[in-house]
């Protein structure tokens, strides 16, 4: 079965892993969608999606204030150079 693409898709493949029982419950009959307890959850993806992103809100609200504020200095050079050895293969 293919599942849907998109922000909303994604969104609810993930509440389903975690076994958001709202969203389980409107889950559609026959879905092959894993709920919580599957076998699915010993997969090691399955683990770290159920596990959630490692975020640290703490650093987030510091930069997002900085930002606010003015405080963050943001170097449009620097920001260019990094995109450019990211997209450009290594010199040998």
Do not use: C
């Amino acid at each position: 079965m293919v599942t849907a693409v998109g922000a909303s898709g994604l969104t609810r493949a993930i509440d389903l892993l975690r076994g958001d029982a709202a969203v389980r419950g409107t889950a559609a009959q026959g879905s092959t969608a894993p709920k919580a307890g599957d076998t699915a959850l010993a997969n090691p993806a399955a683990q770290l999606v159920a596990a959630g992103a490692p975020i640290d809100t703490a650093k987030v609200a510091s930069l997002r204030q900085a930002i606010a504020e003015g405080r963050y200095p943001i170097d449009p050079q620097r920001i260019a150079d990094a995109m450019i050895k990211l997209d450009l293969p290594k010199k040998s």
